[in-house]
């Protein structure tokens, strides 16, 4: 997906962006992600005084295997999206003075967004995704999900430093 600074620049108006992505291409190599269904775009490009800021949302949904219980469950991000880009050098030069603002400085008129989408993707990904906040996970000794049924398992852990103690007390 491209979008050309100059042309924006001088229509002056906001160009919108709606686009479906391959999900698949984008989110290659990551093991956590068992499948991603197509990335819909629906930004909208800006041309502001001597920039074009590309705003809106972004969104996919995903397929994990749950961390704690192994589970495929499905979840669908929705993701803002903000990123700016110049072809001026002073303009970026006065952005890097003010840190919370990151202008892209860009050499030719037009930009690709591809790598910017997926930049936004992949800092929006769970680090560890669970099929629900309450997943009991599976059995440390038996391997027994225990979100479908209890295995009878003792689960107590004793610190082996402290199995000592556990005696004093019984006499």
Same mark, same amino acid.
Request: glycine residues 4%.
């Given at each position: 997906?491209?979008?050309?600074?100059?042309?924006?620049?001088? *229509?002056?108006?906001?160009?919108?962006?709606?686009?479906?992505? $391959?999900g698949e291409a984008l989110l290659k190599g990551?093991?956590?992600? +068992?499948?991603?269904?197509?990335?819909?775009?629906?930004?909208?490009?800006?041309?502001?005084?001597? %920039? =074009?800021? %590309?705003t809106g949302r972004v969104s996919v949904e995903?397929?994990?295997?749950?961390?704690?219980?192994?589970?495929?469950?499905?979840?669908? +991000? @929705?993701?803002?999206?903000?990123?700016?880009?110049?072809?001026?050098?002073? =303009?970026e030069a006065q952005a890097s003075e003010d840190? $919370?603002?990151?202008?892209?400085? =860009?050499?030719?008129?037009? %930009?690709?967004?591809?790598?910017?989408?997926?930049?936004?993707?992949?800092?929006?990904?769970?680090?560890?995704? =669970?099929?629900?906040?309450? !997943?009991?996970? +599976?059995?440390?000794? !038996?391997?027994?999900?225990? @979100?479908?049924?209890?295995?009878?398992? *003792? @689960?107590?852990?004793?610190?082996?430093?402290?199995?000592? +103690?556990?005696?004093?007390?019984?006499?």
């Open positions: 997906m491209w979008i050309q600074l100059k042309e924006i620049m001088a *229509k002056g108006q906001p160009v919108a962006i709606r686009e479906s992505l $391959n990551r093991k956590d992600i +068992l499948s991603a269904g197509p990335i819909v775009t629906d930004l909208e490009a800006k041309p502001a005084s001597d %920039v =074009v800021e %590309v995903l397929e994990f295997g749950c961390s704690r219980c192994l589970t495929p469950f499905k979840q669908t +991000l @929705n993701i803002p999206f903000r990123e700016i880009f110049t072809s001026k050098p002073e =303009v840190e $919370n603002e990151i202008i892209h400085l =860009v050499r030719e008129d037009k %930009v690709e967004l591809n790598p910017y989408i997926e930049e936004n993707i992949q800092l929006e990904l769970p680090l560890a995704p =669970v099929c629900r906040e309450d !997943c009991k996970g +599976l059995c440390p000794e !038996c391997g027994t999900n225990r @979100n479908e049924r209890e295995c009878g398992c *003792k @689960n107590e852990r004793i610190d082996p430093r402290l199995a000592g +103690l556990a005696d004093f007390f019984n006499s």
